[in-house]
């Protein structure tokens, strides 16, 4: 059965959209559910347990649906895609790194288990964002199905307020941060062809934004979002084409 509904959204543009957007929503609530039901899971050596926990849990859920529709391959699962083209995420990293200029803190214990988590949201995302949303949506086109993507990786992290407890007023700003960063991520998945390099760089970013002490300045995200954006758009378009799925698959 759900080998049948891939191929039926990978021919159909109107069931894309349908796709990407439920796609989408399994993943968050796949986080959600399985961060509610568990027990509180922070052990002195592992603070961070119960959060990974959830998005593991979110990464498989992916992987099932990727394999049962046929889309490992197509989504940079299976490949580490061409390496030389790694370096265009340069820019990610020194951004990343601009923010951690105050420094990391926390316990050795906290550190740690945050590259743990880190590794864990940045694969479980990637996996969904770039890797299953962006091939479902692949029927509306290139460009639509990247810029539905990227909405969807940025509105997807209202969740944070809707269920994390987080402020309004920095999750609308996280929100079109992510877009921005989605969108950037999507365009490089498409020119290297493959999810791994996000995944690594999506975690760097991560862990030295929150391990960071202090805000980061509204300068530096500013310029953040413009180089997401246009790194992004210029990826995009040199992205080499993929070939289209075979009829019946």
């Not at 796709?19 to 592992?46: E, M, R």
């Not at 002490?213 to 040199?238: E, H, I, N, S, Y």
Request: charge should be neutral; proline fraction near 7%.
């Amino acid at each position: 059965m759900l080998t049948r509904c891939g191929s039926w959204v990978r021919r159909n543009p109107a069931l894309g959209a349908v796709g990407a957007v439920g796609v989408a929503a399994v993943w968050q609530a796949t986080i959600v559910v399985v961060a509610k039901a568990l027990p509180p899971l922070d052990p002195g050596w592992f603070p961070q347990l119960g959060p990974t926990v959830a998005n593991l849990a979110g990464a498989a859920v992916m992987l099932v649906l990727l394999r049962a529709w046929g889309l490992l391959a197509a989504g940079g699962v299976t490949s580490l895609g061409a390496t030389a083209r790694w370096v265009v995420l340069l820019p990610l990293a020194v951004l990343a790194g601009l923010a951690a200029l105050p420094g990391i803190e926390g316990s050795t214990a906290t550190l740690v288990g945050g590259v743990v988590l880190m590794l864990s949201v940045g694969v479980s995302e990637e996996l969904s964002s770039r890797a299953l949303v962006l091939e479902v949506a692949r029927p509306l086109g290139r460009v639509p199905a990247v810029v539905l993507t990227a909405v969807l990786f940025g509105v997807g992290h209202l969740g944070n307020w809707l269920f994390f407890g987080s402020p309004l007023g920095n999750t609308l700003w996280q929100v079109l941060e992510a877009g921005a960063f989605g969108f950037c991520l999507c365009g490089a998945r498409l020119y290297i062809g493959s999810i791994w390099p996000l995944a690594l760089v999506h975690a760097l970013s991560d862990y030295l934004e929150i391990y960071s002490p202090g805000k980061t300045p509204d300068w530096l995200q500013a310029v953040t979002v413009v180089v997401d954006l246009g790194l992004g758009l210029v990826l995009l378009l040199r992205a080499p084409e993929a070939p289209a799925p075979a009829p019946g698959s």
